[in-house]
């Protein structure tokens, strides 16, 4: 007997049987397509809190449990074992390569890794120190001006060469924010050099001499966007979704992904917590913070602490934690200061009742900027790394919706609250 629930309406009496469908792990979803037809209701889930969207097989994540897999494969694995690149490799295509396709994977994306030389006139137009997640949005917008006309939506070889071209490219628009923000001429992506590798040469290579990056950074870095590369439906992601049902273009789309991840309650939380630690200042002031943080009065929150799924600890970073321990005992930096209040604020907030009855404990974001800053990379440019970190996941859930059967036009309803039918009333008569 298939699994059904009955919605009853005791005004009318009227029922209706709505299909539950099983997943392979998680809660069950309560098909309601028919609700409007049948009853003539809608449903209404402020902030999407217990609505699925679509069907996806690139992320599972138990918010009880601490459970994050992407294509069934735990995140605690694919930390100690993998790259981000395979990881990039393993969201897009649903499998872990062979040494031969990761090698072919790798070939393509360097055919791809130059931007248009003009692309480059895109950043003088900021200030130096316009924000770099602003230069991202710009740019990324503009990249949509180079591959609009030629790309063909329908054509999966397209679909596939445009999921290439992100991958390759972002890493190179990322690093030349940071050029523009130093006043550094810009440098080209090598191939002779890996993700990481590359990446950190475009930031910190100066034509006086290359940049040799230590093998633990590079460890560190690769950690953290295998930490950031995808998370299920949030906010930016379910901004790409949205923008790509009605089938704009995917850099576009993009584009209004790295808009979403900017908002501090999102991925701009990476720079708010260093922002907040370096107001703390001193381990001695943050009982008032915690104050400020339980005072419905103050708009204050607690930078790197709760998230919308998990109530529990974030698998992400309990991972984090430990290479920022590791990155900072190896790497001799003045931000010891900042770690030392970012566990002292730890320790203080997992003991007090406000947070404990709340289940607010660390996210990711809570280590990721101690890392970078342990990095030499810029607070500034900590949301550009999470978007950098996050555009496979973006373009994979791209991918994946384009392919969907159910694939339509994304149309949320409304309750409407607002005034009763009336009639114009010109201006002398008002
Ligand atoms: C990311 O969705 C994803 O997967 C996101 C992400 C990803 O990888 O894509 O994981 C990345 O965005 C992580 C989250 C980063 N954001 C922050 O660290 C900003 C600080 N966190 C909060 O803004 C907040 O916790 C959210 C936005 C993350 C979650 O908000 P919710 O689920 O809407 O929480 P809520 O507003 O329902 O909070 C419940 C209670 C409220 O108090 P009461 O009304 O019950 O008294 O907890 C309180 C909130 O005021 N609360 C906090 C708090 N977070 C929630 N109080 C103080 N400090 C906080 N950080």
Known sequence: MSHTVTITDNKTGKQLECPVHEGTYGDPVIDTSALNKELGMFTIDPGFGITASCRSSIT???????????????????????????????????????????????????ERNMVHEHLERFYSGYRYDAHPMAMMIGVTGALSSYYHEAMDLDDPLDRDLTAKR?????????????????G?????SRDDLAYVENFLNMMFSVPMRDYEPSAIAVKAL??????????????????????????????????????????RAHGGANEAVLNMLGEIGDIKNIPQFIARAKDKEDSFRLMGFGHRVYKNFDPRAIIIRKACHDLLEAVDTV?????????????????????IERKLYPNVDFYSGIILKALGIPTSMYTVMFSL??????????????????????????????????????????
């Open 335 to 355: 931000d010891q200061p900042l770690l030392d209040i970012a566990m002292a604020l730890e320790e203080i907030a997992l003991k007090d009742d406000y947070f």
């Open 60 to 110: 599972y994540l138990d918010g009880e449990k601490g459970i994050l897999l992407h294509r069934g494969y735990p995140i605690e694995q694919l930390a100690g074992q993998s790259t981000y690149l395979e990881v990039c490799y393993l969201l897009l295509y649903g499998e872990l390569p062979t040494e031969t396709e990761y090698d072919q994977f790798r070939a393509e994306l360097n």
């Open 184 to 188: 550094h001429p810009f440098v080209y």
């Open 389 to 430: 970190a996050r555009s496979v996941g973006w373009i994979s859930q791209w991918l994946e919706m384009m392919e969907d059967p159910d694939f339509r036009i994304g149309r949320p309803r409304q309750l409407y609250i607002g005034a009763e039918k009336r009639d114009y009333v010109p201006i002398d008569k008002r």
């Open 166 to 182: 992100i991958i390759a490219k972002m890493p190179i628009m990322a690093a030349h924010c940071y050029k523009h923000s130093v």
């Open 222 to 263: 690769d950690l953290m966007l295998i930490l950031h590369a995808d998370h299920e439906q949030n906010a930016s992601t379910s901004t790409v979704r949205l923008a790509g049902s009605a089938e704009a273009n995917p850099f576009a789309c993009i584009t209004a992904g790295i808009v979403t991840l900017w908002g």
